[in-house]
């Protein structure tokens, strides 16, 4: 079998498209879940006496937490596709700690200076603490990763196989309010970003 590496972009390889739609397949039916879950909570609420739907207000507002978070999962999975299909694996380069915050970090070298590092974060949010990475990565099972992308821009990790794709980005590759990161990258590496869906700015 070809390892996963030999091929020119992460999505050429059978097993990582395998990995994606398990991923898909799973997310989806956790925001399913989520979302089959509204029924049952407003037939309760109908049924409950007045003076106790105080008690309800909580279960309510972590329901809609979780199933906005499962919303975001589902709709990273774009994302995850398109990283995918334009960068290879690189195995092993992706460091993983964890951080007081709650949050993971991953310190992978930069693709033009390795000598220097970029972090990647995920978690921290309320609620991500149960999140497959965030345990992994606290209880020390996991330690390195496969990464797919550029750090300074968007990239997806995994365990090895690959399992477990997550969407990683840094907030000024994504969000219009700040100014993308031009300083220290080449035409060549910000083209290949901006094909992964990144924010690069104008040339």
């Known amino acids: 079998m070809t390892s996963a590496v030999h091929y020119k972009t992460a999505w050429e390889?059978?097993?990582t498209r395998q990995a994606w739609r398990r991923t898909a397949m799973f997310r989806c039916a956790a925001l399913l879940g989520s979302l089959l879950g509204f029924p049952a909570w407003l037939f309760a609420v109908v049924l409950t006496p007045t003076w106790l739907l105080v008690l309800w207000l909580p279960v309510l507002c972590v329901g809609i937490w979780y199933a906005l978070l499962a919303m975001v999962a589902v709709a990273s999975l774009r994302g995850v596709?398109?990283?995918?299909?334009?960068?290879?694996?690189?195995?092993?380069?992706?460091?993983?700690?964890?951080?007081?915050?709650?949050?993971?970090?991953?310190?992978?070298?930069?693709?033009?200076?390795?000598?220097?590092?970029?972090s990647l974060g995920h978690g921290g949010m309320i609620g991500t603490g149960q999140n497959f990475w965030v345990r992994a990565v606290k209880s020390g099972q996991i330690t390195t990763t496969w990464f797919a992308g550029d750090p300074r821009y968007l990239g997806v990790v995994a365990t090895p196989g690959p399992r477990n794709l997550l969407w990683l980005a840094q907030r000024e590759a994504t969000d219009s309010r700040m100014s993308p990161r031009k300083r220290g990258v080449s035409p060549g590496a910000r083209a290949l970003a901006r094909s992964a869906g990144a924010r690069v700015g104008e040339d």
Not at 81 to 103: C, D, H, M, T
């Open 13 to 15: 390889d059978p097993a």
């Open 81 to 118: 596709r398109r990283v995918l299909r334009v960068y290879p694996w690189q195995v092993g380069i992706a460091e993983a700690g964890f951080k007081k915050n709650g949050s993971t970090q991953f310190v992978v070298p930069d693709p033009e200076r390795p000598e220097k590092s970029v």
